[in-house]
């Protein structure tokens, strides 16, 4: 068993049970073929969670602090993520996240780029606009409804893949498509399940 199945396995015995969580629309992630996984941020144990209800191994993006540390770096890079510097373009975490999606593999991203503090969808970064429009990925919106209290109930809804069809032959710009996935995130925090 590798590390990330291991992970994973050892994440679903601790997570499910304390968070009771329930999982709606994981039929809607593609079984093969490049998937973008786009979530809002509502915790640091985002990742995890979305990786645990994910029916596809996930790559994620971590922040590059975290890799300074020689067992962190190692951890992490078995647990598939790989380096990003905020604040900044960082061509290198860019040129990463694409070879994940042109190797068919899932990208998972938080494309506020930080957690929200009130528990609101935010604004998204043109991250995530960039990785839609520069790959032929299906775009998976996802919501984490919290809050994390142990024995209380936290839902992961998965939607339907947004349709980037029109918006990649007209060139949007990754704003607007960035913009478009969130308000798909935000209709599913209100969705009643």
């Given at each position: ?54 029916s ?15 067992f ?68 998976v ?15 992961v ?8 069809t ?28």
């Amino acid at each position: 068993m590798n590390l990330y199945k291991f992970g994973k396995l050892v994440c679903s015995v601790i997570f499910y049970p304390l968070y009771r969580i329930k999982v709606y629309g994981k039929e809607n992630i593609p079984s093969n073929g490049p998937v973008i996984i786009c979530s809002n941020h509502i915790s640091n144990l985002d990742p995890p969670i979305v990786g645990i209800t994910s029916s596809r191994d996930i790559y994620f993006m971590a922040k590059e602090e975290l890799f300074r540390n020689k067992f962190l770096n190692k951890l992490l890079t078995g647990l598939h993520a790989f380096p990003v510097k905020r604040g900044m373009r960082d061509r290198n975490a860019l040129r990463q996240g694409l070879k994940a999606l042109d190797d068919g593999e899932t990208l998972g991203l938080f494309p506020e780029g930080t957690r929200s503090k009130d528990g609101k969808v935010g604004k998204g970064l043109a991250g995530a606009g960039f990785f839609a429009l520069r790959s032929e990925a299906s775009v998976v919106p996802c919501a984490i409804i919290g809050p994390y209290k142990k024995f209380k109930s936290l839902k992961v809804v998965y939607g339907k893949p947004i349709d980037l069809t029109a918006m990649r032959e007209e060139k949007a710009s990754a704003q607007v498509v960035t913009d478009l996935i969130m308000s798909e995130i935000e209709k599913l925090t209100k969705k009643q399940v």
